[in-house]
C-alpha cells in the first residue's frame, strides 16, 4: 500500500481579543488534518490553552480534546462525532449538533481551515457562498453552542492570497487565507506571525 504524503505546517498567530497568541503543528495528508496547538491569553483573565484536534476524509472533525488553565482551575472538553454524525461532549450526546461537520474552537484560526479546504475555497474565487452549521467552542470557558456561520470566497487579496468572507449571526470579516488554507490575516481576530526566513 503506498504512503500518503503528508504536509507539515506550523503556525502562530497574534490573538487581538485575548492580548494573546496561539501555535499550531498540522499534518494534513489524503484530506485528513490532524493537529494540535499551544494558547495563552490575557482577557478576560491570564489562561493557558492546550488543543488537540482529529479529521477523517474530507476534514470532518472527528476529535477536539481541549484543555483550559487559570490561575485556580482547570477545564477540559472532550467534543467528539461519530462515523453516523453524532455528536457528544464529554460523552453526553449533543443532538443539537447534528447536521454540523466541524468543530471551530474559538480565537483558533486553524479551525477555520477545515470547510475552506473540504470545497476548496481558498482555490476557487467562483465558489459562491457556502453556509455551514459549527459546533463552536467559546474560549476559555469551552461551552460548546451550535453556530450558523457563512464563508464566501471574494478573490484574490494584493499578496496572492485569496480573501473569503466570514459572516456568523452580524459578525462579519473578510478573512486572508494562503495557499495552504491557513489563516494570514482575520481582521479583529488574528494575524499570522511571519516565520523565519530560510
Known amino acids: 500500500m ?7 505546517l506550523v503556525r502562530t ?6 492580548r494573546g ?8 495528508a489524503g484530506g485528513r488534518l490532524r493537529a494540535r496547538g499551544r494558547a495563552v491569553g490575557l482577557e478576560p483573565a491570564p489562561y493557558w490553552l ?14 477536539l ?17 461519530d462515523d453516523e454524525g453524532r455528536w457528544t461532549g464529554d460523552g453526553g450526546p ?15 484560526p486553524l479551525t477555520n481551515t477545515m470547510p475552506v479546504l473540504r470545497h476548496d475555497l481558498h482555490r476557487r474565487p467562483d ?9 463552536w467552542v467559546s474560549v476559555p470557558d469551552l461551552a460548546v453552542s451550535a ?35 491557513l489563516v494570514v490575516d482575520y481582521p479583529g481576530l488574528a494575524t499570522a506571525v511571519p516565520g523565519p526566513r530560510p
Open 21 to 28: 497568541h496561539t501555535t499550531a503543528w498540522a499534518e494534513l
Open 50 to 63: 492546550a488543543y488537540e484536534l482529529e479529521t477523517g476524509p474530507d476534514y470532518v472533525t472527528r476529535r
Open 2 to 8: 503506498a504512503r500518503l504524503d503528508t504536509h507539515a
Open 147 to 181: 453556530d450558523r456561520q457563512t464563508y464566501t470566497p471574494l478573490g484574490q487579496a494584493p499578496t496572492g492570497a485569496r480573501t473569503i468572507r466570514y459572516e456568523s449571526d452580524d459578525f462579519r470579516s473578510d478573512v486572508i487565507f494562503d495557499a495552504d488554507g
Open 65 to 81: 480534546s481541549v484543555t483550559v488553565e487559570t490561575h485556580d482551575t482547570t477545564i477540559g472538553l472532550d467534543l467528539r462525532r
Open 94 to 108: 449533543r443532538p443539537d449538533l447534528d447536521g454540523a461537520l466541524d468543530c471551530d474552537l474559538g480565537l483558533c
Open 127 to 135: 465558489a459562491g457562498a457556502r453556509d455551514f452549521l459549527m459546533a
Open 13 to 18: 498567530w497574534d490573538i487581538l481579543p485575548s
